[in-house]
């Protein structure tokens, strides 16, 4: 299953979390491609989510995590862990419907 829009908007805020990245970093280490990866990171930028730089004399800019950014990354990896954790809720439930029945069971035996 190809990744989610969330996953891939976390994929590049983590990758920014290490350091400022140059657009091309960014792309090899999130594994999108460079036309979807540049409407991403000015979606991002036009939030305030990341920062692009420029260096005085050169025409690279690199994107760079801000408070901002830090903040929402810290909230979709929470999403993220509840989101698997409600996958996980019916196997929880199952496992517990089971003991109930092997209690049962059991008592039964010994009586």
């Known amino acids: 299953m190809p990744p989610s829009k969330l996953d891939k908007y976390l994929n590049i805020l983590e990758v920014l979390m290490q350091r400022p990245q140059k657009i091309d970093k960014i792309a090899d280490r999130t ?55 409600k996958e996980s809720m019916p196997i929880i439930d199952e496992a517990r419907e089971i003991a109930s029945l092997l209690q049962r069971v059991n008592k039964r035996k010994v009586e």
């Open 31 to 85: 594994h999108i491609e460079l036309p979807e990866l540049k409407r991403r990171m000015n979606f991002l930028t036009v939030n305030g989510v990341v920062e692009k730089r420029r260096f005085l004399n050169s025409n690279q800019a690199v994107y760079a995590l801000n408070d901002r950014g830090f903040a929402v990354l810290k909230s979709l990896r929470a999403f993220k862990y509840f989101e698997r954790l």
